[in-house]
Protein backbone atom coordinates (compact mmCIF):
# COMPACT_ATOMS: atom_id res chain seq x y z
CA UNK A 1 0.00 0.00 0.00
CA UNK A 2 1.47 3.41 -1.05
CA UNK A 3 0.32 6.51 1.09
CA UNK A 4 0.46 9.81 0.66
CA UNK A 5 3.24 11.33 3.43
CA UNK A 6 3.07 14.62 5.60
CA UNK A 7 4.44 17.48 4.51
CA UNK A 8 5.12 21.41 5.37
CA UNK A 9 2.23 22.55 4.15
CA UNK A 10 0.18 19.69 5.71
CA UNK A 11 2.16 18.49 8.52
CA UNK A 12 1.43 14.88 10.72
CA UNK A 13 0.32 16.55 13.93
CA UNK A 14 1.97 14.54 16.93
CA UNK A 15 -0.07 14.96 20.20
CA UNK A 16 1.54 14.93 23.51
CA UNK A 17 1.32 16.54 27.43
CA UNK A 18 3.94 19.68 27.13
CA UNK A 19 5.77 17.95 30.49
CA UNK A 20 9.92 18.22 29.52
CA UNK A 21 9.70 13.81 29.40
CA UNK A 22 6.34 13.64 27.39
CA UNK A 23 8.58 16.31 24.87
CA UNK A 24 11.45 14.11 24.85
CA UNK A 25 8.67 10.85 23.81
CA UNK A 26 7.27 13.26 21.46
CA UNK A 27 10.49 13.95 20.05
CA UNK A 28 11.98 10.39 19.70
CA UNK A 29 9.01 9.57 18.17
CA UNK A 30 9.12 12.26 15.01
CA UNK A 31 12.95 11.59 14.93
CA UNK A 32 12.27 8.08 14.12
CA UNK A 33 9.52 8.80 11.96
CA UNK A 34 11.45 11.51 9.91
CA UNK A 35 14.35 8.97 9.35
CA UNK A 36 11.84 5.67 8.53
CA UNK A 37 10.40 8.02 5.81
CA UNK A 38 13.25 10.83 5.38
CA UNK A 39 11.43 13.41 5.91
CA UNK A 40 12.42 17.13 7.46
CA UNK A 41 11.54 17.97 10.44
CA UNK A 42 8.51 20.57 9.66
CA UNK A 43 6.62 17.54 8.13
CA UNK A 44 5.84 16.70 11.77
CA UNK A 45 3.82 19.44 14.23
CA UNK A 46 4.38 19.05 18.35
CA UNK A 47 0.66 20.17 19.75
CA UNK A 48 0.95 19.91 23.52
CA UNK A 49 -2.17 19.32 25.48
CA UNK A 50 -2.91 19.86 29.03
CA UNK A 51 -4.27 17.18 31.04
CA UNK A 52 -5.58 17.13 34.43
CA UNK A 53 -2.61 15.10 35.63
CA UNK A 54 -0.68 18.26 35.19
CA UNK A 55 -2.58 21.00 35.99
CA UNK A 56 -3.72 19.38 39.89
CA UNK A 57 -0.53 18.99 41.26
CA UNK A 58 -1.49 19.78 45.47
CA UNK A 59 -3.25 16.23 45.34
CA UNK A 60 -2.21 12.67 44.96
CA UNK A 61 -3.03 10.44 41.34
CA UNK A 62 -5.64 8.27 43.72
CA UNK A 63 -7.34 11.36 44.98
CA UNK A 64 -7.83 12.31 41.42
CA UNK A 65 -9.21 9.51 39.84
CA UNK A 66 -6.52 7.26 38.64
CA UNK A 67 -5.58 6.51 34.97
CA UNK A 68 -6.67 8.57 32.18
CA UNK A 69 -5.51 11.29 34.15
CA UNK A 70 -2.72 12.25 31.74
CA UNK A 71 -4.61 10.93 28.47
CA UNK A 72 -8.31 12.02 28.50
CA UNK A 73 -7.59 15.53 26.75
CA UNK A 74 -4.85 14.35 24.37
CA UNK A 75 -7.61 11.26 23.39
CA UNK A 76 -10.12 13.67 22.67
CA UNK A 77 -8.09 15.72 20.55
CA UNK A 78 -7.24 12.80 18.63
CA UNK A 79 -10.72 11.80 18.36
CA UNK A 80 -11.89 15.04 16.87
CA UNK A 81 -8.78 15.21 14.22
CA UNK A 82 -7.17 18.02 15.61
CA UNK A 83 -4.22 15.57 16.05
CA UNK A 84 -3.14 12.55 13.93
CA UNK A 85 -1.48 10.70 16.68
CA UNK A 86 -0.77 10.68 20.41
CA UNK A 87 2.82 9.45 22.29
CA UNK A 88 1.88 8.23 25.51
CA UNK A 89 3.89 7.19 28.56
CA UNK A 90 2.10 3.57 28.39
CA UNK A 91 2.05 3.32 32.25
CA UNK A 92 -0.62 6.09 32.75
CA UNK A 93 -2.36 4.49 29.93
CA UNK A 94 -5.94 2.43 30.96
CA UNK A 95 -6.42 -0.72 29.57
CA UNK A 96 -9.13 0.10 27.48
CA UNK A 97 -9.01 2.47 24.55
CA UNK A 98 -12.37 4.81 24.01
CA UNK A 99 -14.10 3.67 20.93
CA UNK A 100 -12.19 4.83 17.54
CA UNK A 101 -9.01 4.76 19.08
CA UNK A 102 -6.19 1.98 18.85
CA UNK A 103 -3.18 1.57 20.93
CA UNK A 104 -0.83 -0.85 18.64
CA UNK A 105 2.44 0.86 18.25
CA UNK A 106 5.21 0.45 20.89
CA UNK A 107 8.47 2.05 20.45
CA UNK A 108 12.17 -0.12 21.77
CA UNK A 109 11.45 0.12 25.90
CA UNK A 110 14.16 1.59 27.70
CA UNK A 111 15.17 0.97 31.27
CA UNK A 112 11.86 -0.31 33.27
CA UNK A 113 13.37 -0.11 36.55
CA UNK A 114 13.33 2.83 39.45
CA UNK A 115 15.40 4.92 40.27
CA UNK A 116 16.25 5.68 44.09
CA UNK A 117 17.11 9.07 44.79
CA UNK A 118 19.06 10.48 47.34
CA UNK A 119 21.71 13.66 47.42
CA UNK A 120 24.39 11.95 48.83
CA UNK A 121 24.22 8.54 47.26
CA UNK A 122 22.61 6.28 49.59
CA UNK A 123 20.92 3.06 49.09
CA UNK A 124 17.31 2.23 50.45
CA UNK A 125 18.87 -0.19 52.95
CA UNK A 126 21.07 2.81 54.41
CA UNK A 127 18.12 5.18 55.22
CA UNK A 128 18.06 5.31 58.64
CA UNK A 129 14.80 4.10 61.11
CA UNK A 130 11.88 7.26 60.48
CA UNK A 131 13.05 8.42 57.01
CA UNK A 132 10.94 10.29 54.67
CA UNK A 133 10.36 9.26 51.67
CA UNK A 134 8.72 11.16 49.12
CA UNK A 135 6.29 9.67 46.16
CA UNK A 136 3.21 10.10 44.73
CA UNK A 137 2.71 6.20 43.77
CA UNK A 138 0.54 3.89 45.40
CA UNK A 139 2.78 0.79 44.07
CA UNK A 140 5.73 2.61 45.11
CA UNK A 141 4.47 3.44 48.81
CA UNK A 142 3.33 0.03 49.34
CA UNK A 143 6.14 -1.46 48.23
CA UNK A 144 8.18 0.61 50.35
CA UNK A 145 6.19 0.26 53.42
CA UNK A 146 6.38 -3.72 53.23
CA UNK A 147 10.30 -3.85 53.56
CA UNK A 148 10.11 -0.54 55.59
CA UNK A 149 7.38 -0.10 57.84
CA UNK A 150 9.63 2.34 59.56
CA UNK A 151 9.80 4.56 56.96
CA UNK A 152 7.73 7.64 56.55
CA UNK A 153 5.95 7.70 53.02
CA UNK A 154 4.99 11.88 52.17
CA UNK A 155 3.17 12.84 49.09
CA UNK A 156 5.78 14.22 45.95
CA UNK A 157 5.08 15.31 42.46
CA UNK A 158 6.33 17.45 39.69
CA UNK A 159 8.83 17.27 37.67
CA UNK A 160 12.80 15.83 38.41
CA UNK A 161 13.46 19.66 39.12
CA UNK A 162 11.07 19.78 41.58
CA UNK A 163 11.90 16.05 43.22
CA UNK A 164 15.04 17.09 43.86
CA UNK A 165 14.57 20.98 44.64
CA UNK A 166 12.16 19.23 47.70
CA UNK A 167 15.13 16.84 48.81
CA UNK A 168 17.00 20.21 49.07
CA UNK A 169 14.73 21.68 50.70
CA UNK A 170 14.70 18.90 52.99
CA UNK A 171 11.09 18.10 52.85
CA UNK A 172 12.09 14.22 52.44
CA UNK A 173 14.74 12.64 52.62
CA UNK A 174 14.90 10.12 49.55
CA UNK A 175 12.10 10.02 46.55
CA UNK A 176 12.13 7.26 43.38
CA UNK A 177 11.91 8.27 39.54
CA UNK A 178 11.64 6.00 36.34
CA UNK A 179 14.81 5.03 35.14
CA UNK A 180 12.97 5.19 32.06
CA UNK A 181 12.78 9.19 32.39
CA UNK A 182 16.61 10.02 33.51
CA UNK A 183 17.35 8.46 30.55
CA UNK A 184 15.32 9.94 27.96
CA UNK A 185 16.03 13.63 29.83
CA UNK A 186 19.71 12.43 29.84
CA UNK A 187 20.11 13.45 33.21
CA UNK A 188 23.31 11.42 34.18
CA UNK A 189 23.92 14.46 37.10
CA UNK A 190 20.84 12.78 39.27
CA UNK A 191 22.51 10.81 41.94
CA UNK A 192 20.91 7.22 41.90
CA UNK A 193 20.44 3.90 42.66
CA UNK A 194 19.13 1.39 40.21
CA UNK A 195 16.36 -0.45 42.00
CA UNK A 196 16.67 -4.29 41.00
CA UNK A 197 13.54 -6.21 40.26
CA UNK A 198 14.27 -8.47 42.96
CA UNK A 199 14.05 -5.28 45.07
CA UNK A 200 11.43 -4.01 44.12
CA UNK A 201 9.26 -4.47 40.55
CA UNK A 202 8.28 -1.39 38.38
CA UNK A 203 5.50 -0.46 37.68
CA UNK A 204 3.68 -1.90 34.77
CA UNK A 205 4.72 -0.91 31.04
CA UNK A 206 7.15 1.61 32.81
CA UNK A 207 9.57 2.66 30.38
CA UNK A 208 7.82 1.95 27.18
CA UNK A 209 6.22 4.72 24.63
CA UNK A 210 3.08 4.27 22.97
CA UNK A 211 1.84 5.82 20.23
CA UNK A 212 -2.42 5.76 19.76
CA UNK A 213 -4.01 6.28 16.44
CA UNK A 214 -7.43 6.66 15.13
CA UNK A 215 -9.25 3.25 13.43
CA UNK A 216 -8.93 3.24 9.66
CA UNK A 217 -6.15 5.86 9.57
CA UNK A 218 -4.34 4.14 6.56
CA UNK A 219 -1.59 6.37 6.41
CA UNK A 220 -1.44 6.98 9.88
CA UNK A 221 -1.09 2.69 10.19
CA UNK A 222 1.28 2.39 7.90
CA UNK A 223 3.67 4.80 8.90
CA UNK A 224 3.44 3.99 12.78
CA UNK A 225 3.94 0.10 11.34
CA UNK A 226 7.58 1.07 10.43
CA UNK A 227 7.96 2.16 14.14
CA UNK A 228 6.79 -0.31 16.05
CA UNK A 229 9.24 -2.85 18.18
CA UNK A 230 7.64 -6.33 18.54
CA UNK A 231 9.25 -7.42 21.20
CA UNK A 232 8.26 -4.66 23.40
CA UNK A 233 4.58 -4.92 21.74
CA UNK A 234 5.30 -8.79 23.28
CA UNK A 235 5.76 -7.80 26.73
CA UNK A 236 3.31 -4.79 26.71
CA UNK A 237 0.68 -7.32 25.36
CA UNK A 238 1.57 -9.52 28.74
CA UNK A 239 1.69 -6.49 31.17
CA UNK A 240 -1.30 -4.90 30.01
CA UNK A 241 -3.51 -8.22 30.10
CA UNK A 242 -1.89 -8.71 33.72
CA UNK A 243 -3.38 -5.33 34.74
CA UNK A 244 -6.66 -5.28 33.31
CA UNK A 245 -7.74 -8.53 34.68
CA UNK A 246 -6.72 -7.29 38.44
CA UNK A 247 -8.77 -3.93 37.63
CA UNK A 248 -5.73 -2.26 38.02
CA UNK A 249 -5.58 2.00 38.04
CA UNK A 250 -3.73 4.43 40.21
CA UNK A 251 -5.61 3.40 43.43
CA UNK A 252 -4.47 -0.39 43.41
CA UNK A 253 -0.83 -1.24 44.34
CA UNK A 254 -0.15 -3.75 41.53
CA UNK A 255 3.59 -4.38 39.91
CA UNK A 256 4.25 -6.21 36.41
CA UNK A 257 7.28 -7.08 34.63
CA UNK A 258 7.78 -9.12 31.23
CA UNK A 259 10.89 -10.13 29.37
CA UNK A 260 10.90 -11.94 25.91
CA UNK A 261 14.07 -13.61 25.47
CA UNK A 262 13.82 -14.90 22.08
CA UNK A 263 10.47 -17.25 21.97
CA UNK A 264 9.91 -17.29 25.67
CA UNK A 265 8.26 -14.30 28.04
CA UNK A 266 8.66 -14.28 31.63
CA UNK A 267 6.28 -12.18 33.86
CA UNK A 268 6.73 -10.96 37.27
CA UNK A 269 4.02 -10.01 38.94
CA UNK A 270 3.10 -8.71 42.65
CA UNK A 271 0.15 -7.10 44.01
CA UNK A 272 0.14 -5.34 47.41
CA UNK A 273 -2.07 -4.42 50.43
CA UNK A 274 -2.70 -0.35 49.88
CA UNK A 275 -0.77 -0.08 53.79
CA UNK A 276 2.34 -2.38 52.21
CA UNK A 277 1.24 -5.01 55.39
CA UNK A 278 1.03 -7.62 52.75
CA UNK A 279 2.89 -8.69 49.18
CA UNK A 280 1.66 -11.58 46.72
CA UNK A 281 3.71 -12.14 44.04
CA UNK A 282 3.68 -14.85 41.18
CA UNK A 283 6.97 -15.49 38.20
CA UNK A 284 5.61 -17.63 35.31
CA UNK A 285 7.52 -18.74 31.99
CA UNK A 286 6.09 -19.74 28.61
CA UNK A 287 5.71 -18.75 24.77
CA UNK A 288 5.05 -15.48 23.30
CA UNK A 289 2.43 -16.47 21.54
CA UNK A 290 0.86 -16.84 24.81
CA UNK A 291 1.60 -13.69 26.47
CA UNK A 292 -1.77 -12.27 26.77
CA UNK A 293 -3.12 -15.35 28.26
CA UNK A 294 -0.36 -15.32 30.52
CA UNK A 295 -1.17 -12.48 31.82
CA UNK A 296 -4.26 -13.26 32.78
CA UNK A 297 -3.84 -16.60 34.08
CA UNK A 298 -0.86 -15.14 36.63
CA UNK A 299 -3.54 -12.00 37.56
CA UNK A 300 -6.26 -14.82 38.11
CA UNK A 301 -4.09 -16.67 40.58
CA UNK A 302 -2.98 -14.16 42.63
CA UNK A 303 -6.95 -12.82 42.94
CA UNK A 304 -7.47 -16.22 44.37
CA UNK A 305 -4.48 -16.44 46.88
CA UNK A 306 -5.79 -12.82 47.84
CA UNK A 307 -9.37 -12.94 48.46
CA UNK A 308 -12.13 -10.48 49.28
CA UNK A 309 -11.06 -7.24 51.25
CA UNK A 310 -7.34 -7.93 50.05
CA UNK A 311 -7.41 -4.34 47.99
CA UNK A 312 -8.95 -1.89 50.41
CA UNK A 313 -10.37 0.00 47.37
CA UNK A 314 -12.73 -2.57 46.74
Not at 3 to 25: D, F
Not at 178 to 207: F, I, K
Not at 284 to 308: N, P, Y
Request: charge should be negative; glycine fraction near 8%.
Amino acid sequence: MTVTLPTPAAPLKIGTRGSPLALAQAFETRSRLMTAFDLPEDAFEIVTISTRGDRVQDRSLRELGGKGLFSKEIEEFLLTGEIDIAVHSTKDMSVMQPEGLILDTYLPRENPFDAFITLDGKALADLPQGAVVGSSSLRRKAQLLNKRPDLEVVEFRGSVQTRLQKLEEGVADATFLAMAGLNRLGYDHVPRRAVTAEEMLPAVAQGAISIERREGDAMVAEMLSALHDVKTGQAMACERAFLAKLDGSCQTPIAGLAEVDGGTIRLRGEILRTDGSESLTDDMSGAVEDAAAMGVEMATKLLERAGAGFFDWK
